[in-house]
Structure formats: structure tokens, C-alpha cells
């Protein structure tokens, strides 16, 4: 292998000729940044293929025999797609499931601490920041969960402050960071956010996947500038990323390079061209290093030697196999790999004794009270700011209540009167269900950043999970469910006694309770709102032909009827029915001869409950509330459960 090296200049370079866009006062914080070696790391995925009578499982190796070193520098791992990248740098930032992970990740010499995750840094590729909020109030509500309660206040929001200079967001520090409906912040300022969210507890490593997704060529290079001069200060930091450009390239002070989970190259960046010159493949001229080395992987290289008249796509599989056992042969007999083994041999031999922990344990630096009221806080502001959410939902309630109560207007006291009462009842109840479709959206439109936080050791999940419901009960059932019963009821002309106004009110708060977390239990563990919305959709049409009027319920045949207790409409139904029609009298008993009335017509409310089953005692009224509030609980449970049990680790 060829002595010589190719000049490629980093420091005088960065300083003089590519500054970055923004300016900071001072130099970032000296840091002592840890030193990342890995051992013999494989990982395997099991794999399921075939219908359900014939399924197969199969073995595929994602990472196989990776040995290294990473210290306090920019550490980039490098490789085409599908070749691993991703994957090994969640092995080595402790995200990865550990069925199916074997080797050894040591951390300064000693084994990875059980809460690794929560003591790094790990950027993901797609941002994950609450967009309604400004970037000074996304980085204290980091501050105030991450770092330790004994820190005051004071100093928090000293430190968030410098930090926000330090990545030069100043000038938009109280802007939102933007969503689909608000505009926000551009795409570098956007990550040097989410960069930011991980620094405020200053971890010794901090781990980037792909951190120049969806950036432009400037902003992807003012992101690394930074992130170079965060290195240069002491930090480890590790990222994966595809295809960097020369300016780019040229920041990297260790280079891993994966073929198809395999190291073809792990050792200094700025030697790397040197070295692929010394087993045969030479860069051309003007040629970006990152493009000419996934050339030569994939066997596109003009330095591979490939006939021209090679055109069969097995001989190209096989040429390209062939190169990329040469490449790992190669690789193991240079003498970066002999250095390499030689450093983590001493590693291993000073190790320090202790156990490899056998699952991942998340640890929290606050107490329960103190992430409810922050989590709190940040949902009722989201939802504040989020009007398509909030006032739309009132707005749109109103206009349905104006809507039930003109259709409705005015029932009397006859037959007439009995069938309107029951059709509006209906609708209100219906109503109720469909509305609550739109809390599917809860859990499923933040899932990347509650996945996110929760494994940093943010907030517990049932702080998470207690805040959401609280927020979604509160402020998009309770209010609407007010506003609706309060035009509705009176436009309708149903009783008018404050007893049986405040048994409606409640009544249909609960059916819209009840829905909610049916929602939320169906919705939980699903990552497409179209197919939690069929799902619900479903549910809820089979209840509604068990609610008591496409069907009489007496009539259904008994194999069937116990379905009747599944439907969250007939409980709603049942007790509007109870509540309004006990005490009612549709026609007048006195104008018939002796008083007598003809069999099978409906004279008063109770003969009405009577034909259609319902029981109009006391206890037949609130056994609905009761059932609806177990319901409630039930589903509730299930969708904790499920947020519980949500699969955290790739």
C-alpha cells in the first residue's frame, strides 16, 4: 500500500475560505468526548415470508463481524443504501432490539451503562420536534426533563440561552419551529434544533443518522461545519450518511466504510483515497472521494476493471460479489486493520469488569409530577396553537347542533312527536361517535417524537399517555359535548327540566368519552390514520344496528342479541330515551269510551320503553352511565397497554 497522502485540507480551510452562515460570540464548550469501540458486532433479523398456512421464517445478516475504534472527532460511516448504516449506528447508540445483536460496544474501555441512550445524544433522520412551538421553548422543555431537578431554573434558561447562541439560532430563537399549517423556521435551523435538543445535556457521544436528509447542498455543509467544530472541541460525535459532497468529505476525521453490513474500510478519512490507490483503485481527477468509493463498491467504478462486453446481470452479480471479497480482503491484511485489532486487544485486556446488561433500561433525572406538568403544558399549548384542532372542532359542533336542532325544531307531544325524539336522539348519539374519529390522529401523528423522547428518558409513558388523554377529554369532548347539548336540547324542545338537561349533557359527554377511547384503543398500535379510520368506521356502523332503531332489539334471535351489549350507541340511546320519555303522554286517554285504550297504541312514554326493551327504572337509567364509564376505562387500559408495549427499539 501506497506511503504517500493526498492532501486534503480541513482546518485553514473551514477558517478562512467556508465560514458558516451564522456567527456565535464564543467557541463552543471544551468537552471531553468518550471513546467508542465495538467488538465483534453481528446482527441478525428474522424475517417472515409466505401466507399464514405456509410461513417461513428466514435469517438475514444485517451486520457481520464489525471491529473498531471511534474517539473524540467526527466519525462518519459511510456506505450505499441498504448496506447497513442506519443499523450500526443504532447498535452502537444502544437503540437496536438486542434479539438477534451479539458483540461487544465499550464506552471508554468499560461496557455500555443499561441507560446508554439516555446519557448520549441521538439526532434522528426525520426531525422530531413539536412544531408549534418556538426553538427557545422546544429547548426548555428539554432542558427542564433532561436535566437534573437540583439544577435551578435559572441556570437552565442561562444555559439554554447560550446553547441557542452556540448554534447560532439567535435570531430565531422565538420563532416556531413550523408545521404543515404554520410556517416556521428553515431546514438547517430546523436541525440545528433538533442537534440542539440533544446537547442540552451535554453528552460525551452524540450519534446523527443521516443528519443531511432532506437539506440543500449549502445548509447540509453549514450543519457539518458546525457539527466539525463541536468535534474539534472534544465530542465524539458518529453519523451515518449517504453520499456527502468534497466540502462535506473533507470535514471526517475517521471513515467506515460498509458493503452489505461488511467493513471494506475503517480508519483515517484523509488516508482513505491513499489507501484504495494502494490495492488498485485510483481516484480521478476532480473526482468527489464519497462518489468514487460507492463507485467502487457497487462495481461502477472506471478503476474497476469490467469488460465492456459484460452485459449479463448474473456475471455483473457476480463481478460485484467478487469485488467485494476483495475489498474485505483487502481491507484485513492493510495495516489500519492490523492497528486497529492491536488497539482493541489493550481495550479489551484493561477492561473494566462488569456485566453486559441483557436489556435496555430507560432512567428519568425527574420526578412524575415534574414531566406531567411540563408534558402538560406543552400539549395544551400545541393544542392551542393548533386552531384546524381546537376551534375547529367547536365550530363544527355548533354547526351540527344548529343543524340536529332546525331539523328537529319544536317535537310536540303526539305520535309524531314520539318518532322525531327518537330519530334526533339518534343522531345526537351518532353524532357523538363519528365525531370522535379525529382523536385517531392523537397518537399516531406524534409517534416518531413520543418514540423519540421516551427511550431519551424525556417523560414516562404513562406521564405521556395521562397528559394526551386529559388534554383530548377536556378541552375536544367536554366543551364541544356542552356547547352541542346547550343548542341542541332547548332548539329540539326536549324536556324542559334542569335534571333531564344536565342527564342529556352527561349522557352524551359519556358516548363521546366512550367512542374517544375506543378510538385510541384501535388506533394506538396503528401507523396509517386511513386504516385506524376503517377500522373504527366498521365498529361503529355494527353498533349502530344494534343501537335500538334500524332493529328492535326483543326481536333479535338470541345467538346474536348478546352483541347488543358491545354498542356504545344503544347505552347512549337507552339512557336518552329514560331521561325523556318517562312521564311523557302522547295522546288523551280521557276522549276514548270508559277511558280504554286500544291495544298496541302508544299513549305514554313508558308504553314506548316498554316496546322497545328498554328498562325506564332508576336503575335502568344509570346502568347505561355505568356501563359506558367501564367501557371507557376498558379502552382506556387497552391503549395504555398498547403505548406501553410499543415497539422502541428498530
Same mark, same amino acid.
Given at each position: 500500500? @501506497?506511503?504517500?497522502?493526498?492532501?486534503?485540507?480541513?482546518?485553514?480551510?473551514?477558517?478562512?475560505?467556508?465560514?458558516?452562515?451564522?456567527?456565535?460570540?464564543?467557541?463552543?464548550?471544551?468537552?471531553?468526548?468518550?471513546?467508542?469501540?465495538?467488538?465483534?458486532?453481528?446482527?441478525?433479523?428474522?424475517?417472515?415470508?409466505?401466507?399464514?398456512?405456509? =410461513?417461513?421464517?428466514?435469517?438475514?445478516?444485517?451486520?457481520?463481524?464489525? $471491529?473498531?475504534?471511534?474517539?473524540?472527532?467526527?466519525?462518519?460511516?459511510?456506505?450505499?443504501?441498504?448496506?447497513?448504516?442506519?443499523?450500526?449506528?443504532?447498535?452502537?447508540? %444502544?437503540?437496536?432490539?438486542?434479539?438477534?445483536?451479539?458483540?461487544?460496544?465499550?464506552?471508554?474501555?468499560?461496557?455500555?451503562?443499561?441507560?446508554?441512550?439516555?446519557?448520549?445524544?441521538?439526532?434522528?433522520?426525520?426531525?422530531?420536534?413539536?412544531?408549534?412551538?418556538?426553538? +427557545?421553548?422546544?429547548?426548555?422543555?428539554? #432542558?427542564?426533563?433532561?436535566?437534573?431537578?437540583? /439544577?435551578?431554573?435559572?441556570?437552565?434558561?442561562?444555559?439554554?440561552?447560550?446553547?441557542?447562541?452556540?448554534?447560532?439560532?439567535?435570531?430565531?430563537?422565538?420563532?416556531?419551529?413550523?408545521?404543515?399549517?404554520?410556517?416556521?423556521?428553515?431546514?438547517?435551523?430546523?436541525? =440545528?434544533?433538533?442537534?440542539?435538543?440533544?446537547?442540552?445535556?451535554?453528552?460525551?457521544?452524540?450519534?446523527?443518522?443521516?443528519?443531511?436528509?432532506?437539506?440543500?447542498?449549502?445548509?447540509? $455543509?453549514?450543519?457539518?461545519?458546525?457539527?466539525?467544530?463541536?468535534? +474539534?472541541?472534544?465530542?465524539?460525535?458518529? &453519523?451515518?450518511?449517504?453520499?456527502?459532497?468534497?466540502?462535506?468529505?473533507?470535514?471526517?476525521?475517521?471513515?467506515?466504510?460498509?458493503?452489505?453490513?461488511?467493513?471494506?474500510?475503517?480508519?483515517?478519512?484523509?488516508?482513505?483515497?491513499?489507501? !484504495?490507490?494502494?490495492?488498485?483503485?485510483?481516484?480521478?481527477?476532480?473526482?468527489?472521494?464519497?462518489?468514487?468509493?460507492?463507485?467502487?463498491?457497487?462495481?461502477?467504478?472506471?478503476?474497476?476493471?469490467?469488460?465492456?462486453?459484460?452485459?449479463?446481470?448474473?456475471?455483473?452479480?457476480?463481478?460485484?460479489?467478487?469485488?467485494?471479497?476483495?475489498?474485505?480482503?483487502?481491507?484485513?491484511?492493510?495495516?489500519?486493520?492490523?492497528?486497529?485489532?492491536?488497539?482493541?486487544?489493550?481495550? /479489551?485486556?484493561?477492561?473494566?469488569?462488569?456485566?453486559?446488561?441483557?436489556?435496555?433500561?430507560?432512567?428519568?433525572?425527574? $420526578?412524575?409530577?415534574?414531566?406531567?406538568?411540563?408534558?402538560?403544558? =406543552?400539549?395544551?399549548?400545541?393544542?392551542?396553537?393548533?386552531?384546524?384542532? @381546537?376551534?375547529?372542532?367547536?365550530?363544527?359542533?355548533?354547526?351540527?347542533?344548529?343543524?340536529?336542532?332546525?331539523?328537529?325544531?319544536g317535537v310536540k307531544e303526539d305520535h309524531s312527536g314520539i318518532q322525531n325524539r327518537f330519530g334526533a336522539m339518534f343522531f345526537v348519539i351518532v353524532n357523538q361517535c363519528f365525531s370522535a374519529l379525529s382523536s385517531a390522529e392523537l397518537f399516531i401523528q406524534e409517534r416518531k417524537?413520543?418514540?423519540?423522547?421516551?427511550?431519551?428518558?424525556?417523560?414516562?409513558?404513562?406521564?405521556?399517555?395521562?397528559?394526551? /388523554?386529559?388534554?383530548?377529554?377536556?378541552?375536544?369532548?367536554?366543551?364541544?359535548?356542552?356547547?352541542?347539548?346547550?343548542?341542541?336540547?332547548?332548539?329540539?324542545?326536549?324536556? #324542559?327540566?334542569?335534571? %333531564?338537561?344536565?342527564?342529556?349533557?352527561?349522557?352524551? %359527554?359519556?358516548?363521546?368519552?366512550?367512542?374517544?377511547?375506543?378510538?385510541?384503543?384501535?388506533?394506538?398500535?396503528?401507523?396509517?390514520?386511513?386504516?385506524?379510520?376503517?377500522?373504527?368506521?366498521?365498529?361503529?356502523?355494527?353498533?349502530?344496528?344494534? %343501537?335500538?332503531?334500524?332493529?328492535?332489539?326483543?326481536?333479535?334471535?338470541? *345467538?346474536? @342479541? *348478546?352483541?347488543?351489549?358491545?354498542?356504545?350507541? =344503544?347505552?347512549?340511546?337507552?339512557?336518552?330515551?329514560?331521561?325523556?320519555?318517562?312521564? &311523557?303522554?302522547?295522546?288523551?286517554?280521557?276522549?276514548?269510551?270508559?277511558?280504554?285504550?286500544?291495544?298496541?297504541?302508544?299513549?305514554?312514554?313508558?308504553?314506548?320503553?316498554?316496546?322497545?326493551?328498554?328498562?325506564?327504572?332508576?336503575?335502568?337509567? *344509570?346502568?347505561?352511565?355505568? #356501563?359506558?364509564?367501564?367501557?371507557?376505562?376498558?379502552?382506556?387500559?387497552?391503549?395504555?397497554?398498547?403505548?406501553? !408495549?410499543?415497539?422502541?427499539?428498530?
Open positions: 500500500m @501506497s506511503e504517500r497522502s493526498v492532501h486534503l485540507p480541513i482546518e485553514g480551510d473551514i477558517e478562512l475560505n467556508e465560514k458558516p452562515k451564522y456567527q456565535s460570540s464564543g467557541p463552543l464548550r471544551s468537552l471531553h468526548g468518550s471513546t467508542v469501540s465495538f467488538h465483534d458486532i453481528h446482527y441478525k433479523l428474522l424475517q417472515k415470508s409466505g401466507c399464514l398456512c405456509k =410461513r417461513k421464517t428466514t435469517t438475514k445478516d444485517i451486520l457481520i463481524d464489525l $471491529n473498531g475504534i471511534m474517539k473524540p472527532g467526527l466519525n462518519a460511516i459511510l456506505g450505499a443504501t441498504g448496506s447497513g448504516k442506519s443499523s450500526f449506528l443504532d447498535v452502537l447508540a %444502544a437503540r437496536k432490539d438486542p434479539s438477534g445483536l451479539s458483540g461487544e460496544v465499550l464506552i471508554d474501555g468499560a461496557p455500555q451503562p443499561p441507560n446508554f441512550k439516555c446519557l448520549s445524544g441521538y439526532v434522528v433522520q426525520d426531525d422530531v420536534v413539536m412544531g408549534t412551538l418556538t426553538v +427557545r421553548e422546544n429547548f426548555s422543555f428539554s #432542558a427542564a426533563l433532561r436535566l437534573p431537578t437540583s /439544577i435551578p431554573q435559572r441556570e437552565k434558561k442561562d444555559k439554554v440561552s447560550r446553547l441557542i447562541e452556540e448554534l447560532g439560532l439567535t435570531k430565531v430563537a422565538d420563532s416556531k419551529v413550523g408545521t404543515m399549517m404554520i410556517r416556521g423556521i428553515s431546514g438547517g435551523e430546523r436541525k =440545528r434544533t433538533n442537534i440542539g435538543m440533544e446537547l442540552i445535556i451535554d453528552p460525551s457521544v452524540l450519534f446523527l443518522d443521516e443528519p443531511t436528509t432532506g437539506l440543500d447542498a449549502s445548509t447540509a $455543509n453549514s450543519v457539518l461545519l458546525l457539527l466539525k467544530r463541536m468535534a +474539534r472541541n472534544g465530542r465524539t460525535i458518529i &453519523l451515518s450518511i449517504h453520499q456527502p459532497r468534497y466540502s462535506i468529505y473533507r470535514l471526517f476525521d475517521s471513515l467506515t466504510l460498509l458493503v452489505n453490513g461488511k467493513q471494506v474500510y475503517h480508519g483515517p478519512a484523509q488516508s482513505a483515497l491513499d489507501y !484504495f490507490s494502494g490495492i488498485g483503485y485510483t481516484c480521478e481527477p476532480h473526482n468527489n472521494p464519497a462518489d468514487f468509493f460507492l463507485d467502487v463498491i457497487n462495481g461502477d467504478s472506471t478503476a474497476v476493471t469490467l469488460s465492456n462486453d459484460v452485459v449479463d446481470p448474473e456475471a455483473v452479480a457476480s463481478s460485484r460479489q467478487s469485488i467485494e471479497e476483495k475489498l474485505i480482503q483487502e481491507y484485513r491484511r492493510c495495516d489500519y486493520y492490523k492497528e486497529t485489532q492491536a488497539e482493541l486487544e489493550k481495550i /479489551i485486556r484493561g477492561k473494566e469488569r462488569g456485566v453486559r446488561p441483557a436489556s435496555r433500561t430507560i432512567t428519568y433525572t425527574t $420526578n412524575f409530577s415534574t414531566q406531567f406538568k411540563w408534558v402538560m403544558k =406543552r400539549t395544551f399549548r400545541n393544542l392551542a396553537l393548533n386552531p384546524q384542532t @381546537s376551534f375547529a372542532q367547536v365550530a363544527v359542533t355548533l354547526l351540527m347542533a344548529l343543524i340536529v336542532g332546525a331539523i328537529f325544531f417524537l413520543f418514540v423519540h423522547e421516551s427511550i431519551s428518558g424525556y417523560y414516562r409513558v404513562s406521564v405521556y399517555f395521562l397528559c394526551k /388523554i386529559l388534554s383530548d377529554l377536556l378541552t375536544l369532548r367536554t366543551v364541544p359535548a356542552v356547547v352541542f347539548s346547550c343548542v341542541a336540547y332547548f332548539m329540539i324542545g326536549f324536556k #324542559a327540566t334542569v335534571g %333531564a338537561f344536565f342527564t342529556f349533557m352527561l349522557t352524551v %359527554a359519556l358516548v363521546s368519552y366512550t367512542a374517544t377511547a375506543m378510538c385510541m384503543a384501535i388506533s394506538a398500535d396503528v401507523s396509517v390514520v386511513a386504516i385506524a379510520n376503517i377500522f373504527i368506521t366498521i365498529a361503529f356502523v355494527f353498533m349502530m344496528i344494534f %343501537a335500538g332503531l334500524l332493529v328492535n332489539l326483543p326481536s333479535i334471535v338470541s *345467538w346474536l @342479541s *348478546w352483541l347488543k351489549y358491545l354498542s356504545i350507541p =344503544r347505552y347512549g340511546i337507552g339512557a336518552l330515551q329514560v331521561n325523556e320519555f318517562v312521564g &311523557l303522554t302522547f295522546c288523551n286517554i280521557s276522549s276514548f269510551p270508559g277511558s280504554f285504550v286500544p291495544p298496541g297504541l302508544v299513549c305514554t312514554g313508558e308504553d314506548f320503553l316498554t316496546d322497545q326493551g328498554v328498562d325506564y327504572s332508576n336503575w335502568g337509567l *344509570w346502568q347505561n352511565h355505568v #356501563a359506558l364509564l367501564s367501557m371507557t376505562i376498558i379502552f382506556l387500559a387497552i391503549a395504555y397497554l398498547k403505548l406501553r !408495549f410499543t415497539k422502541k427499539f428498530t
